[in-house]
Structure formats: C-alpha cells, structure tokens
C-alpha cells in the first residue's frame, strides 16, 4: 500500500472554511510541459528575494488508505503560511494536479510517482518563469521538502540563497520503510543534502514524518524544534528568512 498515514488528519478538516486570496496576491496559473500549476503571488519589488513556498502532497489518500480521485490539499496551512509573509515577494506553488486536474494526471502523479523527473522538472520551469533569474528563498512542507530539494540539485543555474523545509521529508525511501508503505518505485530520491545554506523545522509530535527520520539527515544542520506542533498544527512556527 502507498503512504496513507500523511493525509489521515486532512480528512477531518474537510469541511473548513472557504479560503480567500488577500487582495495584494494574484492568482497565477503556469502552463509547463505537461501540468498547469496554480500559483498565488505577490511581487512587489523587484531586487529583494522572492520567497517561494511549495506545497505538500495534499489530500492524496483518503481515511481508508486509498488513493482518492483529487490530491488538492484540504488544510490551509501552507497558504495561511505564504501569505502572512510580510516580505515584499511572495509566492504560494502547488504541486502538479493539485487544484487543476491537467489532462496529463493520473493516480500516479500523487502516489509512486510524486517525485519523479517530470514534476521535478515541470516545478523547475514554473520556479524559473517566476524568479527570472531573481534570488530565491525556496520553502517547501512535508512532501514539498523533497520536491524543493531535488529542484536545487538539478537545477544549478536557479539562483537559491536558502532552502527552508518545514516538517519534510528528507528521503523518501527512509520514510515509505519507516511505516511499512511499497517504495515510490516512480520518484526520484536525494540521498545528500543539497549544499547552500538551509534550514529545518521539525514538528515536535509529528507522527507523519517522525523526529527520528528527520534527525538521521539534519545531524549537522541547522534545525529548530516548533514545541507541541504536530505535522498539520505548527502555530507557533517563526521562520529564520537570512542567509
């Protein structure tokens, strides 16, 4: 069975409130290769560093552990996160078939082969149309921690000045074991950190991507613990912008 554990506790939000995008945000959808890419931006100023934050997998599977028909995540998290940045550019990206249902998704696109070359590279063309060769701060959440980390290592010529992760996975191979789940034989995988300046913020009660799995990556990287948060609650979460 594909990873179920990580989208149980989107279940139970299901019925929030709608979210609005705040009038200083456009939406913004990027036509790659394959996928369009639904993106929220604020980019007012054109020297400083564009903060980009990439999203998780969503609600990809259902309470039973199956992989449902539409991995558009139901909490908000990561877009409350984005847009109360004050910084003044700012962008919300969610992963391939998230939101739009691109004639080219399947099932895969959110289980085996979440990670794989395509997203990687799709991801990639909309970061770049976005920066236009401007400083990069790149963000990403749980599964948007790998999709991040394999955008900077194969994409040298991105201008990233930090990689931030927030409750990540680090390796995907590491994290599928860990629960038991079949491998994601689609998806690519970081077995080394990428080498810019970074930082990691684990949940201190996550049980979707343990401490433990966390710690066997981050053990000489700069790593702050967000006290009595959880994989889907992390209120308390201030994030380190400087490089």
Same mark, same amino acid.
């Given at each position: ?7 149980l ?11 609005h995008?705040?009038? &200083? ?5 990027? $036509?790659? @290769? ?5 993106? *929220?931006q604020?980019?007012?100023? /054109?020297?400083?560093?564009?903060h980009?934050?990439i999203?998780?997998d ?13 991995p ?5 998290f990561?877009?409350?996160?984005s847009?109360?940045?004050?910084s003044p ?17 399947d099932i895969? &696109?959110?289980?085996?082969?979440r990670? $794989?070359a @395509?997203k990687?590279?799709?991801?990639? *063309?909309?970061?770049?149309?976005? /920066?236009q ?5 790149l963000i ?5 921690a790998?999709?991040?980390?394999l955008?900077?290592q ?7 000045k930090k ?7 680090l390796n ?5 074991s860990?629960f038991?789940?079949l ?7 970081m077995?080394?950190l990428p080498?810019i300046?970074q930082?990691h ?6 049980d979707v991507?343990?401490?433990s799995l966390?710690y066997?990556?981050l ?16 209120k308390?979460?201030?994030?380190d912008?400087?490089y």
């Amino acid at each position: 069975m594909y990873k179920k554990n990580l989208f149980l506790p989107f279940v139970l939000i299901a019925c929030a409130p709608v979210w609005h995008i705040p009038y &200083d945000f456009q939406e913004v959808i990027i $036509s790659s @290769d394959k996928y369009k890419i639904l993106t *929220y931006q604020k980019l007012s100023d /054109s020297i400083s560093p564009i903060h980009i934050y990439i999203e998780g997998d969503g609600y990809a599977f259902n309470g039973a552990g199956r992989p449902t028909s539409n991995p558009t995540p139901r909490g908000t998290f990561l877009r409350d996160l984005s847009i109360n940045d004050d910084s003044p550019n700012v962008v919300y990206m969610a992963r391939p078939c998230q939101y739009i249902m691109s004639s080219g998704c399947d099932i895969s &696109d959110w289980t085996s082969k979440r990670f $794989s070359a @395509d997203k990687i590279d799709n991801i990639a *063309y909309a970061i770049k149309k976005i /920066s236009q060769n401007r400083p990069i701060i790149l963000i990403g959440y749980s599964g948007g921690a790998m999709i991040s980390g394999l955008v900077i290592q194969q994409n040298p010529d991105l201008n990233i000045k930090k990689w931030i992760t927030i409750a990540g996975v680090l390796n995907h191979s590491d994290w599928t074991s860990y629960f038991g789940d079949l491998p994601l034989s689609g998806s690519l995988n970081m077995n080394k950190l990428p080498n810019i300046p970074q930082v990691h913020y684990i949940a201190e009660n996550d049980d979707v991507v343990p401490k433990s799995l966390s710690y066997k990556w981050l053990s000489e990287k700069k790593v702050f613990i967000i006290p009595n948060a959880t994989h889907t609650n992390m209120k308390k979460i201030k994030i380190d912008f400087g490089y």
